[in-house]
């Protein structure tokens, strides 16, 4: 196939427009496009640069008034305590009746439940395990010395031993991690009391006194005529915090019996003396008899000489 020389050049034209056409679409524009991305970045990266300036020349400043703040929000954290747990409750309805007159018939242990972190974090980000109560402490002990008479390892159980080994090392992990950003926690307990009014206001002062962060949430009483004292109860809030260089403190429960020589509360005869025991016993008894009558003797013939 011949081509003219103006056919030619046309052809050239036109691979040339298209060569342009495509460098344009596929090379220049999306360079030109990239620049004014990078272009826009530079904008708020030179911005960011000015504000990390404007901070690098207050560093001191800062430096020293976070240092002053955390000391305070560890001092504040002290002021709570690490967590609280059902002994913390049964113990403080003890010492109330032992400390007032009233009588408290039943207490309602509540959940921790989350209240608020320093650092804005939702609840899920403190979640809490069942806290372990000294019952389950000693379920886990009975349950060990079971797994060290069978043989086995209590590794394999699917039961309420693997369920509470879940959450001992949940509830350990959280109360090792003391390095987080503070989380406050609040505890209910509700307590079922008798009282009189003038001891009702006694526990108001009380709970007022304490050292733990507590606050009395609401009192619910009614007024009884056959004995004249008021019933009711009342709900407790228990407040605690995690997150600063505190630890958990048991309670001082006071002294308290343990165990029982018969945990069946059945009647035991005395063992009977052997025979050898029972001719011993009459055997000193004759011994101390004839002392006796030998010091009466002696003594009788002393104030005879005497008389004479």
């Known amino acids: 196939m011949n081509l003219s020389m103006r056919d030619k050049k046309i052809l050239l034209m036109f691979l040339g427009v298209l060569l342009f056409a495509l460098s344009f679409f596929f090379v220049y524009n999306p360079q030109m496009q990239e620049a004014s991305d990078i272009a826009a970045s530079n904008d708020s990266l030179q911005q960011r640069l000015s504000e ?20 305070e929000i560890e001092q504040y954290c002290k002021e709570f305590p690490y967590t609280v747990r059902s002994e913390d409750g049964i113990v ?67 039961g309420a031993a693997g369920t509470i080994d879940s ?50 949430d609401n009192i619910n009483t009614s007024f009884d005529s056959a004995t004249g004292n008021l019933t009711g109860t009342m709900t407790v809030n228990l407040f605690s915090m995690t997150g600063g260089n505190t630890s958990y403190s048991e309670p ?24 050898k025991n029972k001719q011993k016993a009459a055997e000193s008894s004759a011994e101390s ?7 009466a003797d002696s003594s009788q013939s002393a104030e005879s000489e005497t008389q004479q």
């Open 289 to 295: 008899t004839e002392n006796t009558d030998t010091a």
């Open 167 to 216: 959450s001992n090392s949940v509830q350990a992990s959280i109360e090792s991690d003391g390095s987080g950003s503070p989380a406050l926690y609040r505890t209910q307990n509700t307590m079922q009391f008798t009282c009189t009014y003038s001891s009702l206001k006694d526990a108001v002062k009380y709970l007022d006194s304490q050292s733990g962060r507590m606050t009395l």
């Open 92 to 158: 403080l309805a003890q010492n109330m009746e032992n400390s007032l007159d009233m009588s408290i018939s039943n207490v309602g242990l509540g959940e921790r439940t989350f209240v608020y972190s320093i650092d804005g974090g939702a609840a899920s980000d403190g979640i809490e395990a069942p806290e372990e109560t000294m019952m389950e402490q000693g379920n886990q002990q009975t349950q060990d010395q079971i797994n060290e008479i069978e043989g086995t390892d209590g590794e394999t159980d699917t």
């Open 252 to 275: 001082d429960a006071g002294s308290v019996a343990y165990g029982t020589d018969n945990i069946f509360g059945t009647i035991e005869k005395k063992k009977k003396k052997s025979k």
């Open 52 to 71: 990390l300036l404007e901070l690098s020349q207050n560093k001191d400043t800062y430096l020293q008034e976070t240092e002053s703040m955390q000391t």
